[in-house]
């Protein structure tokens, strides 16, 4: 089972970036899907991007090009940098890990993208 732990929301001017930060504890991180998930306000949680075990990625199409998902299985630690911030982007974002049937989610960072 991982335990995970969200950094590096906050406010930020459209045109801006930001880095997410997820850091689990736990063992076999490795062999986790990761990913990261965002909920805006009044909208249901959705997938903003994900990362295989094999370091595989997928994107959600309103994301494609302006944000990349990456691991570093040395630090337990999966990351979202986020380029080219739109206020469209505004949300909770959450970390997520997946195994089979097992699903673990952080408790939320806030990313404001003001206009």
């Known amino acids: 089972q991982l335990q995970l732990v969200e950094s590096g929301g906050g406010l930020v001017q459209a045109g801006g970036s930001l880095r997410l930060s997820c850091v689990a504890s736990g063992n076999a991180f490795s062999i986790y899907t990761m990913g990261w998930y965002r909920q805006p306000p009044g909208k249901q949680r959705e997938l903003v991007a994900v990362v295989s075990s094999g370091g595989t990625t997928n994107y959600a199409d309103s994301v494609k090009g302006r944000f990349t998902i990456s691991r570093d299985n040395a630090k337990n630690t999966v990351y979202l940098q986020m380029n080219s911030l739109k206020p469209e982007d505004t949300a909770v974002y959450y970390c997520?890990?997946?195994?089979?049937?097992?699903?673990?989610w952080g408790q939320g960072t806030q990313v404001t993208v003001s206009s």
């Open positions: 997520n890990a997946r195994l089979a049937s097992y699903n673990s």
